[in-house]
């Protein structure tokens, strides 16, 4: 089953993130991410108007209500960044991967 079939599961917390080759073996799974000190997940998204990635960010906006995990969003002209971590955990967790697959699933 691919990240995007999955769902995000809430962290009850007392969980250690993900680190090293587990953290890279998902990583490696969703295009054009960063995984940033091994702490959150970033990635940013360009759009030909301020119009599209308003509609992209409110797209992300429905998929994390579904899942129950919310990036940080920062929309620009033509231009969104994205940043997403388990808070809960100060860290990664597979779910952040899920979410991550399921966004760039959002922008095509």
Known sequence: MSLAEKHCVPCRGGVPPLRGAELEK?????????????HHLTKTFTFPDFQKALDFVNRVGAIAEQ???????????????????THKIDGLTESDFVLAAKIDQAQR
């Not at 990583?27 to 000190?37: K, L, P």
């Open 26 to 38: 998902l990583r490696s799974q969703v295009d054009g991410w960063q995984a940033v000190n091994e």
């Open 67 to 85: 899942e129950g995990h919310h990036p940080d969003l920062h929309l620009s002209w033509g231009k969104v960044g994205v940043e997403t971590w």
